[in-house]
């Protein structure tokens, strides 16, 4: 696999891990208010809760990335699997 297009796709399974995790961090916390952005603070329980549902849509809508590399050989050779 070309240097570039393996730096490429691990850029985005990097991209792709953080932001999960991030939503993860969002879904797992019990928190009595959120912020979205600079201005935009969320205090209603009904509301947060109904956030926490859409994140969790976007969790399962995400799901794993359709890409994995795997090493083919001992000289850090790449080969791209689709999922």
């Known amino acids: 696999m070309d240097d570039e297009v393996?730096?490429?796709v691990?850029?985005?399974?990097a991209w792709h891990s953080n932001r999960v995790d991030q939503l993860?961090?969002?879904v797992n916390q019990d928190a009595e208010?959120?912020?979205?952005g600079d201005h935009v603070?969320?205090?209603n329980p009904d509301v947060i809760k109904g956030i926490r549902i859409g994140v969790q849509v976007s969790l399962e809508l995400l799901g794993k990335l359709p890409i994995?590399?795997?090493?083919?050989?001992?000289?850090?050779?790449?080969?791209?699997?689709?999922?």
Do not use: A, G, P
Not at 10 to 13: F, N, T, Y
Not at 78 to 83: I, N, S
């Open 6 to 8: 393996l730096e490429v």
């Open 10 to 13: 691990q850029q985005l399974m």
């Open 24 to 26: 993860n961090i969002f």
């Open 33 to 36: 208010k959120i912020r979205i």
């Open 41 to 43: 603070t969320i205090d």
């Open 68 to 83: 994995s590399l795997n090493q083919t050989s001992e000289e850090d050779d790449y080969e791209e699997h689709d999922q």
